[in-house]
């Protein structure tokens, strides 16, 4: 038996099991998990004792090289991806946005162009519908078929991103017929407007403003209506970017009754709270994206989510603005200010910190959060998403004792600031492999611009 490389001494962790083994890749597949291989004919030997050998992390949800709020997210599909390596995430997920007026294949067909010869590692779409016609209605399936089979809609950005119910109830029922998942960025945008008009109004306009007119009530109520629409329409229904404990009882209760609604949470909100915005100035802006920061008790309720299957995904919603000159756009005025925050490359390290680390999670349960719930709800499993023969050999090795500083002076992603700067974290990739391919080792990047490729996902299947 030859293998190109075999991942030797490790402890091999999937969602469901821990086991010492090595593994052996052949044509970047998975070919052999076993106690011991032979090394001889080895092409590569990567030595993993002491260490953890998990499949790659898969961060659906990303906005690289995405126009917004009057600017462009800070990474583009080379710089993100590479970012997203140094932390242990080998595929993901980004939007591809139909504009008012445009066909869905617009869409797909321009994200294709920004991320071709220019990812390091493998990507997905799911396309954002912002305009619902009977055109775009009759696409949803033909996308589904040509491996776009998830549609972000918007509850809020009134005017620019929003879709009303209707619009909504249709793509929710025209979804569940051709094996789509609907994403839904859950706010009641409307009442959103008005809370910020009048804070307008009253000469509020701080960054902090952000965050203090988006209350928790609207991502409640706005949970709640997408479950209630999906359960009608006989979809399911997966909410983003969840914030706050309100939002997270709506998706607790609906699951109770065995309805089909998941949702994912991200690192910022079970790291940050308002109180980042006490900050000197204009700094504020650094934490301004969408929902907001809460108050610190959610945190615990949401690390209590993604413990008990409430919650069954971590992403970044990484949307990198630099604070000099793209965040700035809001010096005077908190609606100018670009909504997003960058996070893409230590989701891994904040969560295996906080989750495992923390207490409130096993090695596979955070195995499961990262990689292989997105994968199996996002149509990538078997492919992705777990380590088992025939698979992706998508792998991090990874030291779960190994502490790190997080800051902006070392991070890789192309912003001038981080989230997360100052926060400790323990467990870190050392060494990540995208289809057999070492791509970072011992802190280097050793991949290639466009060798990440574009895959077609299955439709949904439930989890
Ligand atoms: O502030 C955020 N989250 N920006 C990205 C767009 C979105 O709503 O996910
Ligand atoms: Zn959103
Ligand atoms: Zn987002």
Known sequence: MRFDTVVRSGTVVTATDTFAADVGISGGRVSAIAARLPIENAGKVLDAAGRLVMPGGIDVHTHLDMPFGGTTSADDFETGTIAAAFGGTTTLIDFAIQYKGQSLRQAFDTWMKKAEGKAVADYAFHCIITDLGSAQLEEMGQLVREGVSSFKLFMAYPGVFMLDDASIFRAMGQAAKHGGLICMHAENGGAIDVIV?????????????????????????????????????????????????????????????????Y?????????????????????????????????????????????????QVVSTDHCPFCFKEQKELGKDDFTKIPNGGPGIEHRLSLVYTGGVHGGHFSPNRFVELVSTAPARLFGLYPRKGTLAVGSDADIVVFDPDREETISARTHHMRVDYSMFEGIRVKGVPRTVLSRGQVIIDGGKFLGRRGAGQFLRRQTYAGV
């Open 197 to 261: 008009q009048r804070a307008l109004a009253e000469g509020k306009r701080a960054p902090k403003y952000h965050a203090l007119t988006r209350p928790t009530t609207a991502e409640g109520e706005a949970t709640a209506r997408a479950i209630a629409l999906a359960e009608m329409a006989g979809a399911p229904v997966y909410i983003v970017h969840l914030s706050c404990n309100e939002a997270l009882e709506k998706v607790r209760e609906a699951r109770d009754r065995g309805l089909p609604a």
């Open 263 to 311: 949702a994912e949470t991200c690192p910022q909100y079970l790291f940050l709270s308002i109180e980042n915005f006490d900050v000197p100035g204009f700094e504020g802006a650094k934490y301004v994206f969408t929902p907001p920061l809460r108050e610190k008790w959610h945190q615990e309720k949401l690390w209590q989510g993604l413990a008990r299957d409430t919650l």
